[in-house]
């Protein structure tokens, strides 16, 4: 055991970290990288923005979502989906246009939605939680676990 922790220690000795993205966020959250672009998405939760940077270019993309936003991925169909406020949402980038699809916890209007990814059948799987109050004070037991599908489809999995 003592060896693998000395080998570990020699990899993070050897280890530089830094900053690539020169942004701020308030809450930067949700990192995806898209290999077929070669750029990384990320979002800006209490800021309002879903980010897209691209190292080739070290360029960063802002679009302005006009409430919180938990998270943004690729669509398989193109262009990105993202879950704002308590609304899933597709996006495009070229014409920074938002197209809500469907509605999550309409009858929880203090909840919005959190963390969100594809698995590997396509379904977006989501979560909501409750609005933070003041940082790091969360309404509790507010929150469920979603997936949605292609149809648009939702389905609860998991509550509080």
Not at 25 to 41: K, N, Y
Not at 49 to 65: R, V
Not at 125 to 138: C, N, Y
Request: proline fraction near 4%; hydrophobic fraction near 35%; aromatic fraction near 6%.
């Amino acid at each position: 055991r003592s060896a693998a922790v000395t080998v570990w220690q020699v990899i993070m000795s050897s280890v530089k970290v830094e900053s690539v993205v020169k942004v701020s966020a308030l809450i930067g959250e949700g990192p995806v990288w898209e290999e077929s672009e070669q750029t990384l998405l990320f979002v800006d939760i209490a800021g309002h923005k879903i980010h897209h940077w691209s190292p080739a270019t070290n360029q960063i993309k802002s679009m302005e979502t006009g409430n919180t936003v938990g998270f943004a991925v690729p669509r398989k169909s193109g262009g990105y989906v993202a879950g704002v406020g308590r609304s899933i949402v597709a996006f495009d980038w070229s014409t920074e246009v938002m197209t809500s699809l469907v509605d999550i916890e309409e009858d929880k209007p203090n909840n919005r939605l959190n963390d969100g990814k594809v698995d590997p059948m396509g379904r977006l799987l989501a979560g909501t939680m409750g609005k933070e109050e003041r940082p790091a004070q969360v309404q509790k037991k507010q929150g469920s676990l979603y997936s949605v599908n292609s149809e648009y489809h939702v389905t609860k999995h998991l509550s509080q």
